[in-house]
């Protein structure tokens, strides 16, 4: 009877953790940068002004505000902002190539939540809660 009850327990465990550990979707081997690792420069506003091949943040909705566009070649790192630089982006749009995700994230203290996930060619402004909490990308591809 001991021995069936750790096993319940554990099954019980394993229920409630792992979609936790699916929540995550990000590949063990991540690596957290910051900006002098990774090739960014700053753009005008207007989602035109995008490049193709980059994902591109803007301060604003609409595409306002100040910009900044991001290169490829990102695949599994994260782009921690530093506290000079968090709680931005109002809209973004991913023009990355090779089927490349972009997780919008804030870093609530303990963990990275995604604010909002990029597909190929995703475009707009982020939903309104979202707005002016990102403090890092994880780049997924
Ligand atoms: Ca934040």
Not at 24 to 33: G, L, S, T, Y
Not at 66 to 81: H, P, S, V
Not at 99 to 109: C, I
Request: aromatic content about 14%; glycine content about 8%.
């Amino acid at each position: 009877m001991a021995k069936r009850g750790l096993a319940t327990t554990l099954a019980l465990l394993a229920v409630f953790l792992l979609p936790e550990a699916a929540h995550a979707q990000e590949p063990p081997d991540a690596e957290d940068v910051t900006a002098q690792f990774v090739y960014s420069t700053p753009i005008s506003s207007g989602y035109a002004s995008c490049p193709d091949g980059w994902f591109c943040a803007w301060s604003q909705p609409n595409a306002g505000g100040y910009g900044t566009a991001y290169a490829n070649d990102l695949c599994r790192i994260r782009l921690n902002f530093t506290d000079k630089y968090n709680d931005w982006i109002d809209s973004i749009r991913n023009r990355l190539p090779n089927n490349t995700w972009v997780h919008v994230q804030n870093w609530n203290g303990q963990t990275w939540d995604d604010l909002w996930v990029s597909g190929p060619n995703n475009w707009g402004n982020l939903p309104y809660e979202a707005r002016n909490r990102a403090d890092g990308l994880y780049f997924n591809c």
